[in-house]
């Protein structure tokens, strides 16, 4: 049996870990796919959880070898699906979920075509950005980086195939189980 392969995206702010999590407790065969990063954690993330955080030298060697679908830099520090547990977990018959950028999701678009992509969109700018500001975890000029990207993101929500509005979690985790399950029909 085949698993499925799916990607979530949206901007910084946007809710995309707790509507993964809030999913993932009422569906456990979807697996979020641990990314690789170069970045330092944030509080309360654990390595080989959140990401395997790696350092720079790991990172490029991973990339030499191979060992990404696709890797890319953001908001200066890499960033990478690991090709490996992605086939791990399609080959037991489970959802891989990738939480992924836009330039990552366009990659993994190009080399698996079979894809099924979500962008998750914030109800309004204003809500989205109270909600970046709330975190209370980046500077100023972070936040300004941030809130850019989320325009440039924002504006690619039309090459996805699936756009779900996180207003509240509950809403947008029903609308991801029947874009799941609309795919895993269509695929079957």
Known sequence: MSGLLMILSGPSGVGKDTVIDAWQ???PDVVRVVAGTTRFPRPGEKDGVDYHFLSEEEFIQMVEDGG???HKEVHGK????PAQSVEE???AGKTALLKIDVQGALAVM???PEVVSVMLVPPSWEELE??????????EDQIQVRLGNARWELDQA??????????KVEVAVSELMR???ESWQISS
């Open 110 to 112: 190009q080399v698996r």
């Open 78 to 81: 890499l960033y990478g699906t």
């Open 89 to 91: 977990l399609l080959r």
């Open 179 to 181: 874009i799941k399950e």
């Open 130 to 139: 109270a909600r970046i500001r709330g975190r209370k975890t980046e500077t």
């Open 25 to 27: 407790e009422i569906d």
């Open 158 to 167: 039309h090459l996805y195939q699936h756009r779900v509005v996180n207003q």
């Open 68 to 70: 990404f679908l696709e």
